[in-house]
């Protein structure tokens, strides 16, 4: 729940222990076995923060505590991804009075990481609260699927995927927790070779063995988180951890159609595929999985899921097929390095495609702002601020609640047949198509595109603001961090999804400062 800054306590609510003077601590969030949550307020930069801080009983357990800290350092390589929950700071809680534990100079002090405040709970709270709409759960997995695309090219696997770990903001985008620091310990998880691997309701079959855990451990939990979502409950389900582990191990994945018949069997071969035994079975990328199951689901009507209620009608308690799943396309695993999933496949097929040639030769024969070198897509180059097509509710890279922003229509980006000439392109559909090129990483393509769009755009509207954002990304990426601060600033004036805006601001400028800095030398 959020946090009311009017009713701050005065006093430190930690016993025995003494947080830095800028942190004032609120109230208790939550507590695990390998830490507990607090929520806190930072007196320096006046805002609400999370601290975790760890357990008691690791307190003493010098390994722990280094490894705590180590992959804390680490999981904050990753907060530049805007689905990755941002880390702060790193430190140590000191002991005092009977917190203190014999004579060392450290004894009972306890480690802490300070992170950003998401009030919006946990995707696992939200699947108890009662069934997920088939475009949210497809939003959350898509969110999801970027921040472990981005993690896995940087070399760190995450190792407890699982919905608990989704924390939400107040627009209900979806932010990774605990990157790294989830092997130290947790309820409900099994040990192996002095190591924790996971938790067991969503463990792949070679942790469960006792092996090491890969990128493709993180798919399968994310295939398990994600088959949950969709079917309402999860694939394998017993009493007992171990149970539940030997399942992942044996048991072939009962089809989703049988567990929801609302759901296409189509989805049964993705699902199957995410959740193979073997490794190398599995999707090559989140990304990939994301792409089929969008491609599954697009062949029924988008609308709120309507789980079976435990215990209904198991029609279907067949098993998927496992080997009859088509590899990803070229297009699919290009599009898996998207931080925001939307799924935009409606909007950009059929008659859109003829829609967006004669835009694309109308900005490039006015000779339309083109500014460096095309690079292949990174982790963070399609995030903006921005609504899905299909009214999803919104994120940090979600849609607009700002009620100077308002929705645009898509209707008129995809009327235009293949066969029918094209008309001349309206904004909403030059907007569509710049975010798709700056997705595939094509910037110096997109940004006369983003430049139409913003100029065909009314200024009030929802499209003006994204066109704003993605020219701005489009800029920085194709190595103009001059004129991407200069757009940037324009969008910031828009005041709707503010703090993502800021943040690629920030690095637009650091960037821009830094290209000065060069050419002084």
């Not at 898509?410 to 000439?421: G, H, L, N, R």
Request: net charge positive; charged share 20%.
């Amino acid at each position: 729940m959020p946090m009311d800054s009017d009713a701050r306590p005065r006093t430190n609510v930690l016993h025995n222990l003494a947080l830095p003077e800028r942190y004032e601590v609120v109230r208790h969030i939550a507590s695990g076995g390998m830490a507990s949550v607090w929520c806190a307020h930072d007196r320096l930069l006046d805002r609400a923060v999370a601290i975790k801080l760890l357990a008691d009983q690791f307190a003493h357990d010098e390994q722990a505590v280094k490894r705590f800290k180590r992959e804390a350092r680490a999981a904050a390589r990753l907060s530049e991804h805007p689905h990755v929950v941002t880390i702060y700071d790193v430190g140590d809680a000191v002991a005092t009075g009977a917190g203190r534990g014999g004579d060392a100079d450290h004894a009972g002090d306890r480690a802490f990481i300070v992170m950003e405040y998401l009030p919006g709970g946990t995707v696992a709270d939200a699947l108890k609260a009662g069934p997920v709409a088939r475009k949210q759960a497809l939003r959350w997995i898509g969110h999801a699927a970027a921040a472990l695309d981005y993690a896995h090219r940087l070399g760190v696997i995450h190792r407890d995927i699982k919905p608990a770990n989704f924390l939400l903001d107040r627009e209900r985008g979806l932010h990774v927790a605990d990157f790294g620091i989830a092997r130290l310990g947790g309820e409900g998880t099994i040990t192996g070779s002095g190591e924790l691997f996971g938790t067991s309701a969503y463990l792949s079959p070679e942790q469960a063995l006792g092996r090491r855990a890969t990128g493709a451990s993180d798919r399968y939990s994310l295939a398990v988180a994600a088959y949950e979502l969709l079917a309402g409950e999860r694939p394998f389900t017993a009493e007992h951890f171990a149970a539940q582990a030997r399942a992942h191990i044996e048991q072939p994945v009962p089809a989703a159609s049988g567990r929801n018949p609302a759901l296409p069997r189509a989805l049964d071969g993705v699902l199957a595929r995410g959740l193979a035994k073997r490794p190398e079975d599995r999707w090559p990328t989140a990304g990939a999985f994301v792409d089929a199951l969008e491609q599954a689901l697009d062949q029924t009507e988008a609308t709120a899921l309507q789980p079976v209620p435990p215990g209904g009608a198991r029609a279907g308690t067949r098993s998927m097929p496992a080997a009859r799943v088509p590899a990803p396309s070229a297009s699919g695993t290009r599009a898996a390095s998207r931080v925001t999933r939307s799924p935009r496949r409606a909007l950009l097929l059929g008659g859109l495609g003829a829609l967006v040639v004669a835009a694309l030769a109308a900005a490039l024969a006015t000779g339309a702002f083109q500014s460096g070198k095309s690079k292949p897509t990174t982790a963070s180059s399609a995030h903006r601020p921005r609504a899905t097509p299909r009214a999803v509710p919104a994120s940090r890279s979600g849609s607009s609640t700002a009620a100077s922003t308002p929705a645009v229509s898509t209707a008129s980006t995809v009327a235009t047949p293949a066969s029918t000439p094209a008309a001349p392109a309206d904004a909403g559909a030059l907007e569509a198509r710049g975010h798709q090129l700056l997705a595939a990483g094509d910037y110096a393509t997109a940004i006369p595109v983003l430049r139409q769009a913003v100029a065909a755009a009314p200024p009030a509207s929802v499209t003006y603001a994204y066109a704003l954002y993605d020219l701005g990304r489009s800029l920085l990426l194709s190595g103009d961090p001059q004129g991407a601060v200069a757009v940037l600033q324009q969008r910031l004036r828009i005041p709707n999804q503010t703090d993502t805006v800021r943040q690629t601001l920030a690095a637009a400028q650091r960037a821009a400062a830094g290209s000065q800095g060069h050419g002084h030398k």
